[in-house]
């Protein structure tokens, strides 16, 4: 090819890949924006009336009308903290048992658990079940209330839809926190965790086809946080050696790497 085209060539791919790669984080972005302000609506009509003024159905019709505000998210959902001695009084209350996920029997005794108490209902599926006793959705409720900060999970397949996507948590704290709050402070005044899925394989999809040119271009999405092994979040699995454009990708995560890979796509 004469070099005048394949430096033409270059600069179409690297402004798709771009165009692409901000839209997405932008979309992102906004979304976890909303996750954090429903941590107020939860501190606000959950924690500070008594009784409580957030029960499910209140937040599943607030969820649902504010839902245009995360385009991205497959739901969301509240889980709360409860700590072993209150589970039996918990339980009680509640009229149901700690359940874990995936199997969905009884939650064995723990020292604390993470029962979702409200969803969306496009989350409905969640309810009761032990967030905790997901390996994924654990590391990130940990990390998140130890941080104060809204915390990714790496890619991996979602409950029920069994999407890759990934999930964002935020931890609502008892009372305000100082920005110094040390760790161990953070966990003493955990009330729970308000959170939800990125649904990349079918929301991230949808986004992408609108644009224009989408068939003659491959995205991937990657998340780089080890360098050495990145995880496909998006895209198919492809070998082939066409040039590719990187585009970089800021998710609000400082833990996480992410970025953006597109290529032309050469029918075979
Ligand atoms: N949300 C949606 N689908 C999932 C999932 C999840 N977690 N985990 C596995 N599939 C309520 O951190 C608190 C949401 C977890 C928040």
Redesign the pocket.
């Known amino acids: 090819m004469n070099a005048d085209i394949v430096k033409r060539r270059r600069g179409t791919l690297s402004n798709m890949c771009e165009e692409r790669a901000w839209m997405l984080q932008d979309q992102f972005v906004a979304s976890m924006n909303h996750v954090r302000a429903l941590t107020a609506l939860v501190t606000t009509f959950a924690l500070e009336k008594q009784p409580s003024a957030l029960d499910q159905t209140t937040f599943a019709a607030y969820t649902a009308r504010t839902s245009f505000e995360r385009p991205l998210m ?6 709360q903290r409860v700590l072993h001695p209150e589970r039996e009084a918990f339980e009680k209350a509640q009229g149901w048992i700690i359940k874990r ?1 995936h199997s969905n029997d009884v939650q064995p005794a723990r020292g604390e658990y ?1 029962p ?1 108490v409200l969803t969306q209902e496009t ?1 409905s599926h ?1 309810a009761s079940l032990d ?1 905790m006793s ?1 390996e ?2 654990c590391e ?2 940990l990390r ?1 209330r130890a941080s104060g900060k809204g915390a990714l999970t790496g890619p ?1 397949r ?4 069994n999407h890759l ?1 990934v ?3 935020f931890t609502v704290y008892k009372r305000d926190l100082s920005s110094e709050a040390t760790e161990e402070e953070r966990i003493q005044a955990t009330a729970g ?5 990125f649904d990349f394989e079918s929301l991230v999809e949808n986004l992408l086809r609108q644009l224009a040119g989408s068939q003659a271009i491959i995205v991937n999405v990657y998340d780089i946080t080890n360098k050495s092994r990145p995880l496909v979040m998006y895209g198919p699995n492809t070998t082939d050696t066409n040039e590719i454009h990187v585009s970089s990708l800021e998710f609000g995560d400082p833990v996480r790497k992410h970025e953006m890979r597109c290529r032309f796509y050469d029918p075979p």
């Open positions: 497959s739901g969301v959902a509240y889980a996920m993470a979702t989350l969640l967030m997901g994924e959705d990130n409720i998140a991996f979602l409950l029920e839809s996507g999930v964002l948590t965790y308000v959170g939800g899925a």
